[in-house]
Structure formats: structure tokens, C-alpha cells
């Protein structure tokens, strides 16, 4: 009884631990790397603004696009579309 409650103590903080890592690790790379590409042209009434990738991620040639209702959809930079749609729209800030 005595290792009963030591040890589920160190369980739970272990947990509660590993659940506000996992939270800050998962925020950055989220917002700054692409994981899934939409290939289908967006329309250009959504797009708020366009951001690049952080230098650290894995894949390159891409741009995180801002749409409307706060919605993000990662594009391949140099598809033609996404090139008419860079002369029209502005970078987030």
C-alpha cells in the first residue's frame, strides 16, 4: 500500500508532463510545415494571405495558404495556379 500511492503520484505527473510537451511540440511545426499538399485549385475569394514554410521543415517548395473561417490548405509553390494567385495576394504578417 505504501508504493501504491508514490507510485501513482509519479504517474500522474509523468502524464500530465508528457501531455503539456506534447502540446507545445505539436503547436510549432503545425503552423509552419506542410504535411498533406491540395492539389485542386482553390478559389481565390478564400484566400486571405500566404505564408512559407519554416526553413526546418522536411519538405520545400510549398506555401501554407490562409483562408477564410481560419482554415490553412498547403499548396505546391510552384504549381501555375498557385503562381497567378502569388501576383494577387499579399503575405500574412
Known sequence: MKLIIPALVCLLLAGMWLQDVHAKSM??????????????????????????ISSTCSHENR???????GLEACVFQKDSWVQAYLK??????
Open 27 to 52: 503547436h510549432v511545426p503545425s503552423s509552419n510545415c506542410c504535411y498533406m499538399t491540395v492539389k485542386r485549385k482553390i478559389s481565390p475569394k478564400r484566400i486571405r494571405c500566404y505564408k512559407h
Open 88 to 93: 494577387r495576394i499579399n503575405p500574412c504578417l
Open 63 to 69: 506555401l501554407i495558404l490562409k483562408l477564410t473561417g
